[in-house]
T-cell receptor, first 114, second 110 residues
Framework: DAGITQSPRHKVTETGTPVTLRCHQT?????MYWYRQDPGHGLRLIHY???????DKGEVSDGYSVSRSKTEDFLLTLESATSSQTSVYFC?????????????FGPGTRLTVT | KQEVTQIPAALSVPEGENLVLNCSFT??????LQWFRQDPGKGLTSLLL?????REQTSGRLNASLDKSSGRSTLYIAASQPGDSATYLC?????????FGTGTRLQVFP
């Protein structure tokens, strides 16, 4: 299994509070991604990073920000959590050897906003 | 906008059957297509990746095919087992991003 960990694995928080989720990899892969998974919507990309300090938005980026100060860590921040951000969040990584671009996923973080 | 559809949404079969899961996409300009397996409460496990120039990939009892011109991929599971029970997701790659289908939930009963 690819070396990807996410923390925390479960979190319950109140509306309006800030929340930061962490993704850590030991594979030295260049690309890192944050997705959310919701019933009926599948996985949707929130933000991604193609290198240290290089990030870009996905299709559902409103209300989220990210930072990547080291190759191995990618942080997802909810500045002011809302109930609509209750979801399961997955981090993924990939490298681009010969254009293969296979993505590997972490175990997920279940976030509940009350 | 690329859309990815998986049919059926759920499937329940007896052990030993050969299965076909379907994935269709609206824009044929893809770099590759990846099939994943997701167990309840777990992350995604990559099963097979097919490059846009390939027609199929095989791994053990799994065979995935790709027909870019018609916007279709199939995942064939031979001699299904209860341990194959999971949700199967396909995803197509455009540029730096993967676009996912909503999955097929498979149950294989003894």
């Amino acid at each position: 299994d690819a070396g990807i960990t996410q923390s925390p694995r479960h979190k319950v928080t109140e509306t309006g509070t800030p929340v930061t989720l962490r993704c850590h990899q030991t594979e030295n892969h260049r690309y890192m991604y944050w997705y959310r998974q919701d019933p009926g919507h599948g996985l949707r990309l929130i933000h991604y990073s193609y290198g240290v300090k290089d990030t870009d938005k996905g299709e559902v980026s409103d209300g989220y920000s990210v930072s990547r100060s080291k190759t191995e860590d990618f942080l997802l921040t909810l500045e002011s959590a809302t109930s609509s951000q209750t979801s399961v969040y997955f981090c993924a990584i990939s490298e681009v050897p010969s254009g293969n671009y296979e993505q590997y996923f972490g175990p997920g973080t279940r976030l509940t906003v009350t | 906008k690329q859309e990815v559809t998986q049919i059926p949404a759920a499937l329940s079969v007896p052990e030993g059957e050969n299965l076909v899961l379907n994935c269709s996409f609206t824009d044929s300009a893809i770099y590759n297509l990846q099939w994943f397996r997701q167990d309840p409460g777990k992350g995604l496990t990559s099963l097979l990746l097919i490059q846009s120039s390939q027609r199929e990939q095989t791994s053990g009892r799994l065979n995935a095919s790709l027909d870019k011109s018609s916007g279709r991929s199939t995942l064939y599971i031979a001699a299904s087992q209860p341990g194959d029970s999971a949700t199967y997701l396909c995803a197509v790659r455009r540029a730096d991003k993967l676009i996912f289908g909503t999955g097929t939930r498979l149950q294989v009963f003894p």
